[in-house]
């Protein structure tokens, strides 16, 4: 049950990604990349500063449950670092990419890699991967294939690269969430955002010029991405991960691209091919079929 409910937080971290992704990709043509995500961070540290005192404040304290701090601010102090990096290369990446590259498309695509990355490091590292879990990555890529990349990957482009580097970027993200699954959740999504904020705010003063009027002629997409798509989909993500592996996490989190085009489908208007149909039931399969591992180890 308790593994049920985890998928169902990942999945619902995956729409709140996917309906953010738009958001995302509108700001790329109006901020720069450190300036967005030291916003967004920024907005999700308070967002969720505020949702840590409200819980003390209503909440009974109990020194037998009670989770080590340390823990908590070290697992943070990493994560944050490591989202920095996957953050700052999907949103650089997504901003280098051409008017003709349909940014949107092979930049989920490209970032949904780490659903092959997790399984592959996790091998090296000497754990066994189980057969269905091995079919449900391999249905995942290709579904999510053909609903990102409906002209093929017709050339390479800088923002290609830089993507595929945030992809590793989250690879490494959700095994060390996984690694510190035993914190404080809520605590730990609170330390990574400061983290994240504090290293975007020192690239921006460096490498940007940032523009008040432009930050807050972006509010919107800022907002959303701050307090949505950062204080509450990762933390929704860091507690749902406790109670699944990251390979069947990676899996789950992939509908991301399948909801960002959903989205655009119900928001914009835009019309969903029969290709782009069937790489979204086929990702939808995969999930599924990622589960049965689990059920079939709960009857033996």
Known sequence: MKKFQGALLLLLASIIWGSAFVAQTSAADNINPFTFNASRSILAALFLGVVIAGRKAFTKSDKKKKIPLRRSVIGGAL?????FIAMTFQQSGIAAYPAEAAASGRA???????????????????????????????????????LCMSNGLSGLYTG??????????????ILTIDHFSDTDGIILSF?????????????????ENPDINIILAAWLPIAYAGILSSGVAYTLQIIGQKTAEPTVASI??????????LSGWLILGEILS????????????????AQIPDIRRKKE
Do not use: H, N, W
């Open 79 to 83: 994560c944050g670092a490591e989202l």
């Open 108 to 146: 989920g695509f490209i970032t949904a890699i780490y659903v092959i990355m997790i399984p592959c490091v996790q091998r090296i590292t000497g754990k066994k991967l189980r057969i269905p879990v091995i079919i449900a990555v391999s249905g995942c890529i290709t579904g999510m294939y053909l």
């Open 160 to 173: 290609d690269l830089l993507v595929f580097l945030c992809a590793a970027g989250f690879t490494a993200y």
């Open 191 to 207: 330390i990574q955002f400061i983290v994240c904020s504090i290293l975007s705010i020192i690239c921006m003063l460096i490498f």
């Open 252 to 261: 789950v989190m992939s509908l991301e691209s399948v909801f960002a085009a």
């Open 274 to 289: 029969a290709r782009e149909i069937i790489g979204c039931i086929l990702v939808f399969i995969s999930v599924i079929f």
